[in-house]
């Protein structure tokens, strides 16, 4: 049996880039793919930012309702926008080789932290992480698709804010004057792009099975097992970075107050074939080690 597989995707200049570039490797490999543009409601609202929305996977969750009402056979995310648990019948069936998990900040030209200044970011970690590292700083909320983020950055008498690199590399937007964030711990799986199918369509979940990259997907699934374990739930200011060098896995995750003045960290490495559960336990470990103290008091404040 073959069919045109149907790929959903947000309509944004990003979330298009993705899906094409699904499409064209499906096509590589002899299959037969459009896409379906669909707008989500995180698209939609942008008078808020993202974490006073209260909704799960805000930027999935239309794609999933597409999927499961056999509107779209397939969905292309950028893997950190996606909710650790899946709604039931929807798999995710590969992780894409990762590009940049960096933050950069986009300035205007001269940047100097000493100063005042006033960053842009609609980022939860972002923000406590940027609080911590320069606390005389504001962080003011900053949403919309990158286009929108560049022009408002550019309208605006804000000194930076902080994107994600790969997404401007994607699209050709990443400016000459930027600084990157080697010091800032990324969101969970940043800069990889995830497909996910419906578990009981067997043709398509072969088909994008292929476009699975092993140690992205390796990466990426222990930086989201941490996530879910550390969460619970709530959403709070989590970075975790999994890479892989030679033969070992190294990891690094933190969790930080809402205002930035208080983190609890998180190194370790294991053997590249001991990732299984490796990042459950490095949860459990950072919350054992003052990452607790901090969530509860995110949940009370919630």
Not at 164 to 171: D, F, P, Q, T, V
Not at 264 to 286: H, M, P
Request: net charge neutral; proline share 3%.
């Amino acid at each position: 049996m073959s069919k045109i597989i149907r790929i959903g995707t947000r309509d944004s200049e990003l979330a298009l880039w993705q899906a094409r570039t699904v499409q064209g490797k499906l096509t590589e490999l002899g299959y037969e793919a459009e896409l379906v543009p669909v707008k989500s409601q995180g698209d939609l609202q942008l008078d808020k930012p993202l974490y006073e929305l209260g909704i799960t996977g805000i930027f999935t969750k239309t794609l999933d309702i597409a999927m499961l009402n056999g509107t779209v056979d397939i969905a292309v995310h950028s893997l950190k926008d996606v909710p650790t648990l899946l709604p039931k019948g929807i798999i995710k069936t590969a992780v894409l080789k990762r590009a940049s998990s960096a933050d950069i900040l986009v300035t205007k030209g001269n940047f100097d932290t000493n100063e005042n200044c006033t960053v842009a970011t609609g980022s939860l970690r972002r923000k406590a992480q940027w609080l911590y590292r320069y606390p005389q700083h504001e962080v003011v909320g900053l949403r919309g698709n990158v286009n929108t983020r560049l022009q408002k950055l550019e309208d605006s008498a804000w000194q930076g804010a902080i994107f994600a690199k790969a997404g401007l590399e994607r699209i050709d937007l990443l400016p000459k004057n930027y600084l990157e964030l080697d010091w800032m711990i990324p969101a969970p799986a940043q800069g990889a792009m995830a497909v996910v199918a419906l578990e009981n369509d067997p043709y398509c979940t072969a088909a994008t099975s292929k476009l699975n990259h092993k140690d992205s997907n390796i990466c990426t699934t222990v930086e989201r097992d941490f996530l879910k374990v550390m969460e619970g739930g709530c959403t709070a200011p989590i970075g975790a970075l999994a890479e892989i060098i030679g033969e070992k896995l190294h990891f690094m995750g933190a969790v930080f107050s809402l205002n930035g003045r208080s983190k609890a960290e998180i190194n370790k490495s294991v053997t590249k074939d001991e990732w299984k559960s490796s990042g459950e336990r490095f949860a459990k470990t950072l919350l054992e080690s003052g990452g607790k103290e901090i969530m509860d008091d995110i949940r009370a404040k919630s």
